[in-house]
């Protein structure tokens, strides 16, 4: 074993924590590192962890560390090298006699989750520690709590990863092209009904998307909408929100981090804009990632949008903006 890897999960008795914590351990996603846990709850439900810590035992996973479970975020935050911010309340249920329905009714409901914990991880999270916020509204979330931490060693992000895996699949049985040639799928703007993915800069078996996916009312009436509706779409089908593949996605940000980007892709996920794309600086936006050899991540920033791409961007950068404006009681 190289070094020990201590990672934080919040919403560890969740549906999405249930698929995300074993692969944690496997020994895939962080490698031959020994992995510590330190799993989160809130205190109606936290001794349900134990059950998960018996089963986790239960499985031998050669490269698991030690494993706690606690409701007190400060202490479990303490050294965590990674926090997957899991824990929020999902679309589809009915909370205090209403019907979650849209992202934004979560705005409310979630936003304060992520003061308290952002700044325990400001204190007590390593430097260069990397978040990942799953719990939706991912983006403003993040915002909250990365302003919240008011840490800049620390890189906060907020899932598109699944967004980025629904548009490869749809792209690759449009084309017929296995999913391994699909590079380079970006997501743009928010995780909400109003992300831009881009089928322009896609790289379809080393081709770029605006050479392969000709059918402009392909992208416009089926691609882009069935991106971004599929969250909802399972929900309808399912009765709950996507976990399993959202856990997977989640698995694939943190190994897109943990391992170089090769120069012709990038991985997706929001970050705090710094201008690139005439993006206002500060918001948690989703972008085109690289993870560099010294293991820094960085908006990969030489890439062309048409006016169509901008106007689609800005769409969501303006949700974004109005997210920001309806949550700044939770900034500081
Ligand atoms: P779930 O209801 O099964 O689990 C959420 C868990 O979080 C619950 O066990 C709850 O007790 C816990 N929790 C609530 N507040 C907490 C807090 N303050 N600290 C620690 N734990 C807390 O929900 P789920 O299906 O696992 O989904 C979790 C979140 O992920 C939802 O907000 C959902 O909308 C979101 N989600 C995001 C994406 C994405 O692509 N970004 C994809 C799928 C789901
Ligand atoms: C998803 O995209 O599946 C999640 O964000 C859940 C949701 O509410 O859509």
Known sequence: MSSTVKVVVTGAAGQIAYSLIPRLVDGRTFGDKKVDLSLVEIPQVVD?????????EDSYFPNMGNVSYTSNFEEAAKDGDWFLLVGSIP????????????????????GGIFVDQGSAIGKYGKEEAKILVVGNPANTNALIGKNAANNNSQLWMAMTMLDSNRAKSIIAKKTNIDISEIANMIIWGNHSPTMYPDAENVIIKGELGNTVLEDQDWIDSVFIPSVQQRGKAVIDARGASSATSAAKAAIDTVMACEHPSSSNDCFSAAISSDGSYDVQEGLICGFPLMRLDDGTIEIKRDLALSDYARKKIKISIDELLSEREAVKHLMK
């Open 48 to 56: 349900k962890l134990e059950g998960l810590v018996m089963e986790l």
């Open 91 to 110: 679309r589809g249920i009915v909370y205090n006699g209403k019907k979650i329905e849209e992202r934004s009714d979560l705005l409310s409901i979630n």
